[in-house]
């Protein structure tokens, strides 16, 4: 079964930072434009980062820009999102996801092909 695994998530205080990892399984990234989301208790799941797949696009989430950032590495088959400056409305289960798109990325959840089962985030004031 194809199925991107993430992990690297914890708690952390205010102000610190956190590296997630995307990998995968039963498939290669680089074929996928890979977004990562998040979803707080009582909020609506949303995207906050995504790379395309050969294009070297990527886009972020308003509150995530100068914060996080996306990045690759192929050889190993993973996708990692830095978060830098966490603050406690970071606080959720963030999930990647590999979309089929052939140029760009997506922060919209419709469409995806793959989810992963999401890594807990908790950020501490």
């Known amino acids: 079964e194809a199925l991107p695994v993430e992990s690297g998530g914890g708690e952390v205080q205010a102000g610190g930072s956190l590296r997630l990892s995307c990998g995968a399984s039963?498939?290669?990234?680089?074929?996928?434009?890979i977004s990562w989301f998040r979803q707080a208790p009582g909020k609506e799941r949303e995207g906050v980062a995504c790379?395309?797949?050969?294009?070297?696009?990527?886009a972020y989430e308003d509150s995530a820009k100068g914060r996080f950032t996306i990045s690759r590495d192929n050889r190993k088959n993973i996708v990692y999102l830095q978060m830098n400056n966490l603050n406690p409305e970071d606080t959720a289960l963030y999930y990647c996801?590999?979309?089929?798109?052939?140029?760009?990325?997506?922060?919209?959840?419709?469409?995806?092909?793959?989810w992963g089962k999401g890594t807990q985030v908790t950020v501490s004031s």
């Open positions: 996801a590999a979309d089929a798109l052939a140029l760009g990325c997506s922060l919209d959840d419709i469409g995806m092909t793959f």
């Open positions: 790379s395309g797949r050969s294009d070297g696009s990527t």
């Open positions: 039963g498939f290669a990234m680089e074929d996928y434009a």
